[in-house]
Structures are given as structure tokens and as C-alpha cells.
């Protein structure tokens, strides 16, 4: 359930009374009046977006910017005001405050109606999006390998994450590890994404990534990622662990332990509706190819090319960019 605040001092709530007429066909959207008085009561409850109606509250609506932001879990509400003011500057500040929308009151109860419902999807989207890379997140992820496995179409599911990662960020810290993050997501994109629009990449989260590709010729795809992301990745290294081939990490015993310099392991899975049934299958069978892919030194790929679950790994699949 989606909660609205609509900050309106009004007694006579005409306003209201007619917003919440306008998203009545939407369950899931909750209107609540709020008065100022009640303000802080009412804010405990985190809303999904604030309105503000600057003519129906009888205070400067600095102040109660300031009022909606002093409990620091409230600095993220989507805020949308309503002004009957033609003032281009004080507009400007209104909108300087970090609010999203700024709309002429009076207006149409169904212009704010598709503004909420607008801002909404827009929230609902950011959600599901990593923030750091700007890819889907795991709800569109599934979302996309079940609708192209409910249309039965044949698709190659890519796993992809880094070796000795956590090494890297123990010595050179989560700012730089963060750098190879998004290198990594945008070789992944550039590569999948080059030649088919169809294809999906998504963000699972820290440095695990899956995409969905069409192409029949996959193979192609993961060896010229691993070709990319090795030219790539030395730039983040040091001259002296670049030359000396490893690096030189701290253990909690305090002993110092080598660790090899970041590589990528990509595990493929061939899908069909015939070898699987749901999306839950393929993430096991993806779990295990990639498992299989780290099991070997450098940036690798492994292919599961296996008809059904029974078979094994074909051995030829395996391959090792050198």
C-alpha cells in the first residue's frame, strides 16, 4: 500500500474530498489528510509522497519544509507543491528545497492524479534499479527471464562476478572498489547490448551480474568481456602489484596472505522450455556453472550446454582466455 500525505489545513476538505474521489479505482494508494498540528504524530509513519498545498496551510511552507525534514528519515519523501503564486522566484526557491514537483493550484483533481501515480512508477522503477550502476535490480531481473521463459524462447543466461574482489577493496578501499563496479557494468552493457537491443543486462548487487542474450553467438560475447575487462582492469592496480602479479592482504590473524589480482568468471546456461521449468531452475543451474568458472585461475567462462538436468558438463564448453 502506497501512502500520500496531502498536507491542507482546509476545514472544509473540498480538495480532498475530490483527490481522494479521482484515485479511488487505485487499492493500493492511500490518501491521509494531514494537519500541520498533527505533523510531527502523522510523520512517524513514513510516507511514499508528500503534497503540500501552500494555500491551505496558514505558516511560510519554509517552515514546514523544515518541519517535514527534521526527522532525518524524511529527507528522501518526494515532495509535490501546489502555489496559486505567479512568481517566478519564489517558485525557484520552493523548488530549491528538494521538491520534485511543482504544480499552479487550483488544478484538475486528474492532473495530480497522474502526477502521483506518475511519480509512483517512476519510484517503483529507482527501486528496483542499482544505484550505483543505474541496471535493474533482482524484480526485473525475474521478471525477465520468466516472460521470455513463459513465451519459450531460447536464451543464453549469463552470470558474471569478480575473483578476489573483496581482497581488492580490503587494500585499496569500497571508493575504487566502487570504480570497478561500474567499469564492469559498462563493459557488460557495451558488449551485450552492442548488437542487440533485445538483450538484458541486470545489477544483482555488489559485483554479481547476470544478462540475457539472444544471440546464438554467446561465446563471442563472454570472450570479448573477459578480453575488455583484462585490458581494463590493470589501470586500477598499482605499478608495484601489477609487476609483482599479486596482492599483499592482511589476514584477521594479522599474517599476510597473497591474493591474485582481480579477474572476472562468467558462467553460461543455455535455456530452453524444454530443460526448465522455472526461474528458480536456471538460477541453480547458473549458480553451479559459475561456481565451476571461479574454480579456475584467471578471467574464464564456462558454458552448460546440458539438454537436461541429468547430463554433465560438456568438458569441450569449458574455455580460458589466456
Known sequence: MKKVYLLDNDKDEIFFKSLK????KEQNVEIVNVNLNDLKEKFK????????????IDIEIKEVFQKIK?????????????????????????LKNDVEICLKYPLSCEILYYTIMN?????NRNRTVSPLTGLPGNAQIQS?????????????????????FKAYNDTYGFSNGDEIIKLTANIITKNVLEDNKKNFVGHI?????????????????CQNIIAEFDRSIVKYFTKE????????????????????????SIGVVEVTKERFKNTLE?????????????????????????KNREEIFDKAAKKKIQ
Not at 46 to 52: A, E, G, Q
Not at 70 to 94: G, R, Y
Not at 282 to 304: F, N, P, Q, R
Request: proline share 3%; charged share 30%.
Open 241 to 264: 602489484d601489477i609487476e609483482r602479479g599479486y596482492l599483499e592482504v592482511e589476514n584477521r590473524k594479522g599474517i599476510i596472505e597473497p591474493f591474485p589480482l582481480t579477474t572476472i
Open 205 to 221: 548487487g555488489g559485483d554479481d551480474f547476470v544478462a540475457l542474450v539472444e544471440d546464438s553467438d554467446y561465446e563471442k560475447i
Open 282 to 306: 536456471i538460477g541453480e543451474a547458473g549458480a553451479a556453472v559459475k561456481h565451476l568458472a571461479k574454480t579456475i585461475w584467471g578471467s574464464t567462462y564456462v558454458i552448460d550446454r546440458r
Open 70 to 94: 527534521e526527522a532525518q528519515q524524511n529527507t528522501n519523501i518526494p515532495l509535490i507543491v501546489l502555489s496559486q503564486s505567479d512568481d517566478e522566484e519564489h517558485i525557484i526557491e520552493i
Open 119 to 123: 511519480l509512483i512508477k517512476l519510484l
Open 21 to 24: 474521489k479521482a484515485m479511488r
Open 144 to 164: 525477465e527471464m520468466q516472460e521470455r521463459l513463459d513465451r519459450g524462447e531460447k536464451y543464453a543466461m549469463m552470470y558474471l562476478d569478480l575473483d578476489n
Open 45 to 56: 509513519t513514513i510516507p511514499d509522497i508528500c503534497i503540500i498545498n501552500e494555500e491551505g
